[in-house]
C-alpha cells in the first residue's frame, strides 16, 4: 500500500515541477513515507528521518517532509523530535501535497495536515507516474479499516473502510495496461468486503470485471480477511482464469482463546473448514498467512496450538512477526505480555518448522512445467558455474501460485530480443529451495491471452 502512495506522492512532486534524483545528497526534497504496523517499522522511520536531519545541517535549504502512518500517528510531535521536519502530512493529506509543498517553498514555515474524514470516496488519483515500468503494479481499490483487530494500529491511522468507485479502478488499470503492465495486485486492509457499505459491485464483480481487461494477463489481491472469505470467493478463483492460484489469508493464531482476545470474529475450526473447501475447489491453489507470535497472555499451550495448525494446513509460506504494542491498540492495556526473550524463541519455532513445509512444497513442483511472468533480470547474475555459464543472463519470475523462479536464458542477440519484464516463459522446475525456484526455459509465450493452464505452452 505505501508503494502504491509513494507513487501517488511522487506524481504529484512531478506535476509540481520535481524530478526524481539518483542519490539522497542531490535532492532539494526528500519525502518519507512511514509505516507504523509494527514497533520496527517506526523505529527505521525515525532513524532514517534522523540522516535526513545530519544531511540538512549541511544542506540548509533542503525540504524535508514526512507522510505515511508515522506522520498520521504522531502529527506535530514528529517536530519536536526531529526539528529538521518541515512538513507532516497524514493518510489522507496526498492529494492536498500540490498546495502544502509550494507553500513550504514560498514560506519556508512548518506544516502539518493530519486531518481524517470519513467520506465515501477517497480522493480520486492522478494519473499513474510509474518510475520502475515494471509489468507488475499495485492498484489500491479501498482505504481504511473497520475490523479493529485489537493488537492492530491501522483503523487508527488509515481511517474507516472506503471503496474507491469501480469505474475509476477500471480506468486506471485499463491505463496501466496500456502502459505495458501485465499483472495488477489488488490492494485493500479486507478486500472481501470491497463496495459493500457503499453497495457498489462486490469484490467477485469486481474480479469479474478486471478479468475481462484485454492484455492484463495476472491478477492477484491482498489482503483477504478470513471472516469474510466464503464460497463466492471460491467461485471467482474458479471461473476468473486470470486470478492467480494464490491466496493470503492471515490466520494470526491456531488458538481460540487469543483470536477472541485479538477480535478477528472466527475460530480455528472456521478457519480450517474454510481451507479445506477451498483446496477441495482450486486444487493446486497456494495459500501463504500471516502470523504473530507473543499476543499479551499467549501460553505455550496457545502458541503449540499455533504450531498445530501450522503442521495441519501446510501453507506454502508464512510472514510471523513478533507481537509489538502499538499506540491506540486495545492490546497496549492487555496484562500478561510476553517477554522479548520469549517471543523471540517461539518466533524461531515457528519459522524452522514452516521452513521444512516450504522446502517441502517447493519440491513438489520440481519436474513440472511451469508459467511464469517475468519481472526482470536477477540481482544476482552468474558468476560462471557448468549450471549457469557466465554467456547467459539470469531472470526472474513468478509462479501463478507467487512462488520465484530464477533462470538463465541465452544472451545471444536474436534471443536477447524476445525475453523482457511482462512475458510469458514456461519453464521445467529443476530445483527447489526453501525462498525460491531454479527453472530451465521450455517456450516463450508469444500471445497475451489467459495464461492459467500449463497446456497450452509453445517448447
Ligand atoms: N505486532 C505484530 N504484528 C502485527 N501485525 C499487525 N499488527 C501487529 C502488531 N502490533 C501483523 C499482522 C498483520 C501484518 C500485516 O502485520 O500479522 O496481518
Ligand atoms: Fe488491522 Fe485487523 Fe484491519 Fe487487518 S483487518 S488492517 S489486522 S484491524
Redesign the pocket.
Known amino acids: 500500500m505505501n508503494v502504491y502512495d509513494s507513487e501517488q506522492i511522487a506524481a504529484r512532486l512531478i506535476a509540481l515541477g520535481y524530478q526524481q534524483t539518483g542519490t539522497l545528497e542531490t535532492a532539494d526534497l526528500v519525502i518519507v513515507n512511514t509505516c507504523t504496523i509494527r514497533a520496527k517499522a517506526e523505529q527505521k522511520a525515525f532513524s532514517f528521518l534522523g540522516r535526513l536531519a545530519r544531511l540538512k545541517s549541511r544542506k540548509p535549504g533542503l525540504i524535508i517532509g514526512v507522510g505515511g502512518c508515522v506522520a498520521q500517528q504522531e502529527g506535530a510531535e514528529i517536530f519536536r523530535r526531529i526539528p529538521q521536519v518541515d512538513l507532516v502530512f497524514g493518510t489522507q493529506a496526498i492529494d492536498r501535497l500540490g498546495l502544502l509543498i509550494p507553500k513550504i517553498e514560498d514560506k519556508r514555515c512548518r506544516i502539518v495536515d493530519v486531518t481524517m474524514t470519513d467520506k465515501p470516496d477517497p480522493p480520486d488519483v492522478v494519473p499513474n507516474h510509474r518510475f520502475d515500468h515494471s509489468a507488475s503494479a499495485f492498484v489500491t481499490i479501498m482505504r481504511g ?1 473497520d ?3 485489537t ?2 494500529v ?2 487508527h491511522v488509515r481511517g474507516r473502510e472506503a471503496s474507491r468507485h469501480p469505474d475509476r479502478i477500471m480506468k486506471e488499470i485499463r491505463d496501466l495496461v496500456q502502459s505495458g503492465v501485465r499483472e495488477v495486485t489488488l490492494l485493500g ?2 478486500v472481501n468486503s470491497y463496495g459493500k457499505k457503499e453497495n457498489l459491485w462486490s469484490f467477485p464483480e469486481l474480479l469479474y470485471h478486471v478479468n475481462s481487461i484485454e492484455g492484463l494477463l495476472r491478477i492477484r489481491f491482498t ?1 483477504s ?1 478470513p471472516k469474510d472469505f466464503g464460497s463466492d470467493m471460491i467461485n471467482a478463483f474458479k471461473i476468473n482464469e486470470k486470478v492467480c492460484d494464490h491466496i493470503h489469508l ?1 490466520v494470526q493464531s491456531g488458538s481460540d482463546r487469543i483470536l477472541k482476545r485479538m477480535n478477528r470474529k472466527y475460530t480455528r475450526e472456521l478457519y480450517l473448514d474454510k481451507i479445506s473447501k477451498l483446496r477441495d475447489n482450486c486444487s493446486g491453489i497456494a495459500i501463504t498467512s500471516d502470523i504473530i507470535v507473543g499476543f499479551p497472555g499467549e501460553t505455550e499451550a496457545d502458541f503449540n496450538e499455533t504450531l498445530d495448525l501450522i503442521k495441519m494446513i501446510q501453507f506454502d509460506g508464512i510472514f510471523a512477526f513478533v507481537y509489538s504494542d502499538r499506540p491506540n491498540a486495545p492490546a497496549v492495556r492487555f496484562k500478561n505480555k510476553i517477554s522479548e526473550d520469549e517471543k523471540r524463541k517461539r518466533l524461531q519455532t515457528l519459522l524452522d518448522l514452516q521452513e521444512d513445509v516450504t522446502r517441502m512444497k517447493n519440491q513438489t513442483l520440481v519436474g513440472s512445467v511451469q508459467p511464469i511472468l517475468v519481472e526482470g533480470t536477477s540481482k544476482k547474475q552468474s558468476s560462471g558455474s557448468l549450471e549457469r555459464p557466465r554467456s547467459t543472463v539470469q531472470w526472474m519470475g513468478r509462479t501463478t501460485t507467487n512462488k520465484i523462479v530464477n533462470f538463465c536464458y541465452k544472451d545471444s542477440p536474436q534471443r536477447r530480443t524476445d525475453l523482457f519484464p511482462g512475458k510469458i516463459v514456461y519453464a521445467r522446475i529443476e530445483k527447489a529451495y526453501a525462498h525460491s525456484l531454479w527453472g530451465e526455459p521450455v517456450g516463450v509465450n508469444t500471445t497475451t491471452g489467459g495464461l492459467k493452464g500449463e497446456e497450452s505452452y509453445a517448447a
Open positions: 479499516c475490523n479493529f483487530c493488537y492492530c491501522v483503523p486492509q479486507n489482503t480477511h492471515p
